[in-house]
């Protein structure tokens, strides 16, 4: 059973801080590692996908791989009360195009 | 802009009937899957379909759910009979299998938000 586990949260931070938010995963033949971000009533759309291990940058997001560790990361820096949703990690197999969700961590960034 | 559409966006239905929710993939996108959403239980997924062929349902309640592509343009997901706990949102979403990049990643639609009493 291949498993994503993150925190449900809520990950509460102010405005313009950093957030973290984690991710482990179980199958070790995991290649390939996606961030989703879902509005309250909107559907998942995807804001970053990662496949070698270390850092990866666009704007405000980092995603962090680590798969000694099987763990993935995104950190969101200078948040804005606009990054406030649930944030969904996903994790796929090499050889299969079907991702394994985890249940997401709810964000919120006050004023 | 290349988009899934889910129709309809909301359903309220009693219990007993027949719910129909329909999806239509990106144009290209050969792979399409069904989600269902809950507070309770996340995203899990239902199906999925490779070249409109069905690969995997056994995610699936198979007395009461049933799901097809009779079209690269269609994809339906139809519960009959509907019961409450079948209460939730399904999500179409799609990708395009052997694509390089972009499009090998899923895409979802909007939603179908079912509220069966």
């Known amino acids: 059973q291949k498993e994503v586990e993150q925190n449900s949260g809520p990950l509460s931070v102010p405005e313009g801080a950093i957030a973290s938010l984690n991710c482990t995963y179980s199958?070790?033949?995991?290649?390939?590692f996606f961030w989703y971000r879902q509005y309250s009533g909107k559907s998942p759309e995807l804001i970053m996908s990662i496949y070698s291990n270390g850092d990866k940058e666009d704007g405000r997001f980092t995603a962090q791989l680590n798969k000694a560790s099987q763990y993935v990361s995104l950190l969101i820096r200078d948040s804005q009360p606009s990054d406030s949703a649930t944030y969904l990690c996903?994790?796929?197999?090499?050889?299969?195009?079907?991702?394994?969700f985890g249940r997401g961590t709810s964000l919120i960034v006050h004023p | 802009d290349a988009r899934v559409t889910q129709t309809p966006r909301h359903k309220v239905t009693e219990m007993g009937q027949e719910v129909t929710m329909r999806c239509q993939p990106i144009l290209g996108h050969n792979t399409v899957f069904w989600y269902r959403q809950t507070m309770m239980q996340g995203l899990e997924l239902l199906a999925y379909?490779?070249?409109?062929?069905?690969?995997?349902d056994s995610g699936m309640p198979k007395d009461r759910f049933s799901a097809e592509m009779p079209d690269a343009t269609l994809a339906t997901l139809k519960i009959q009979p509907s019961e409450p706990r079948d209460s939730a949102v399904y999500f179409c979403a799609s990708l395009r299998t052997g694509a390089i990049s972009g499009a090998n990643v899923l895409t979802f639609g909007a939603g179908s938000r079912l509220t069966v009493l």
């Open positions: 379909f490779r070249n409109r062929a069905p690969l995997d």
């Open positions: 199958d070790r033949g995991s290649q390939s």
């Open positions: 996903a994790v796929r197999s090499g050889g299969s195009y079907i991702p394994t």
